[in-house]
């Protein structure tokens, strides 16, 4: 069993930076992949970032250029820096710790509380 904990949200104004923090405890050793979602107001969660085993990340194209995924294995912890905030980009933010299936992220951890992140214009 796993527990996840997302912190570092926010109210913040548009053009403003935000960093979010996720620490998994428990049994960890079966996931060597982490990822970060969000779900916007009234929409479907999506997926915002991804990072592997080896440290490959990619992003979604709404946030490169802006995010940046990192991660601390001996906090197992992953981060996403988030600059140049716009309005689109409230949502609630989870992360989730898996691995990778070919190309493709699969999470398997679960999900955690989240954390709002709100963007004024």
Known sequence: QVQLVES???L???GE???LSCTISGTTSVFNAAGWYRQP???QRELVA???AVGRINYADSVKGR???SRD???NTVYLQMNSLK???TAVYYCTFGTFLGSKYAPSSGWGQGTQVTVSS
């Open 8 to 10: 570092g949200g926010g």
């Open 12 to 14: 913040v104004q548009a």
């Open 17 to 19: 930076s935000l960093t």
């Open 41 to 43: 107001p009234g929409n």
């Open 50 to 52: 991804t990072i592997s």
């Open 67 to 69: 995010f940046t995924m």
């Open 73 to 75: 294995n001996t906090k």
């Open 87 to 89: 309005p689109d980009d």
